[in-house]
């Protein structure tokens, strides 16, 4: 079997490795398809605040049940990884906030990820895994991760009305969060980037789109305002925004910024008087794990606009250059 290591250098390499046993009360799952996302790049670029090397990368895969000493889970059987092991014991857990555990560690980060043909799963890590029915194509199951984000960001805003939504960055969370949003039913999603290109394709129909090389948001949007804003890239909301946020608006705090901006200004009287609702979000809780892969499961939202590059889990080095020059947006490895 193939493991992909980002080295303490920073160096991605290609190891052959000899195949894991299944531990006892666990199973074995043998990788069907995983994708890279830009966290992955930024860890081999410039490292990431929860990553610790030497590290096999990853945090979006499905695979097969191909050993189990588990009744629970059968071989043949098909599963989503959820990023995080957690401990289900901790109050967080208790709340279901499993992504804030006392005990996570979370793949790809801190502790070994899905970039290797087999993975072996002790039985207390079992809870990870969510089955999902056979014939489910797994390059549409390995979304669930970055789905899922993307709706644990959004659900923070119950009491929203769907009317204009902003969405700051085209790549692949952007037009996921689009996606999204149109399923939820939407009347108006824009999609704002300063690479032209990156609006031009893999969007979802109806998507309008904002070039920021050309016409400044605030010009564009001054008349119509806001109901929901995200920031789908660092430093997204590094303007003055507050202006177009319509009364009782919603702030996404889903990407942070870069080091050294993390101080935004926050127009205070905007916030009071529109009654404006800020939230932060930072990865995703099983249970909006679990309905990300229902919703894509039944169908419920349409991603086919993405056209994946696909390679073996060798051309790992090649998929995160194809992705650093935003060649495309999603790199999905179906070969292990
Ligand atoms: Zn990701
Ligand atoms: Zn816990």
Redesign the pocket.
Known sequence: MKKVLLNEDRRLEVVEASPPVTPPGGVLVSMKAAAICRTDLKMVQSGQKDLSLPRILGHEGVGEITGSHNPSFKIGTMVAIYPGI?????E??RMGV?AK????KIFGFNKDGFFRSIIPFPEEQLSSLVPFPQGVDPERAVLAEPLSCCLSAVDKFRYVKKERALIIGAGAVGSIFAALLKMEGWKEIILADKNRERLSRELPEGVEVIDTSKSSLLESLKDKGVDLIIPACPDGLNWPFWEIMNPGGCVSFFSGNRKGNELLPIDMNAVHYKELTLAGSYGCNIGDFRSALNILVEGKIDITFFQFYRIPVEGIPDGMGVLSRQEIKKVIINRF
Request: proline share 0%; glycine share 8%.
């Open positions: 957690f401990c289900g014991k901790c967080q857990c499993t555990c006392e005990k996570i």
